[in-house]
């Protein structure tokens, strides 16, 4: 694994929105940040051990249907878990996205940056050529971590900036 750009450029609560191409960056993300509050989707806390597991840590569903109720429950969660002076981490895709290709942003991470007001550090990735579902390949995983971005954009300007940054080459 390399690592480019400073993790932890500033001091206070964050929001870390890293791209997501496989499976290695949710296995990462405790390695890479201190203890992160991590949005992951519902469906992953249905896996014996590792659900239970995960909310145990502090990893917090995401009923990705569910609108306006799971937004209150991602708020409510970062609450709590920037109160105990955890970085968040949130893969504003939604979902895997297979490597060179760009994806929306889901609404949640617009919700959470308008509403929860904190600086936001682009994570780009380049995991996705080693390893994407079934196989994997030897090689090195670089994650490039950005220039925080501060709060208080309007949600084009923070989502084009945060596609941008997640979608620089690796």
Do not use: C
């Not at 450029?9 to 509050?37: M, R």
């Not at 991590?38 to 990705?64: C, D, H, S, T």
């Not at 050529?129 to 670089?142: D, I, V």
Request: proline share 11%; net charge positive; glycine share 10%.
């Amino acid at each position: 694994m390399a690592i480019e750009g400073d993790p932890r450029p500033i001091e206070g609560s964050v929001i870390y929105a890293i791209k997501h191409e496989s499976f290695f960056e949710a296995i990462d993300l405790s390695a890479l940040l201190d203890q992160p509050g991590v949005f992951a989707k519902e469906e992953l806390f249905r896996i014996p051990v590792w659900g239970p597991l995960g909310k145990i840590y502090g990893l917090v569903p995401v009923a990705r249907r569910r609108g306006a109720s799971t937004l209150r429950k991602m708020l409510a969660a970062a609450a709590r878990l920037t109160g105990e002076g955890r970085p968040l981490a949130i893969f504003p895709e939604g979902t895997r996205v297979p490597h060179g290709t760009h994806a929306p942003l889901q609404s949640g991470f617009a919700g959470l940056y308008k509403m929860l007001k904190l600086p936001v550090i682009p994570v780009s990735v380049d995991s996705g050529p080693l390893y994407h579902r079934r196989w994997k390949r030897s090689g090195t995983l670089t994650y490039r971590f950005g220039e925080p971005i501060p709060p208080g954009l309007p949600r084009e300007e923070i989502e084009a900036r945060v596609l941008a940054a997640i979608n620089a080459p690796s």
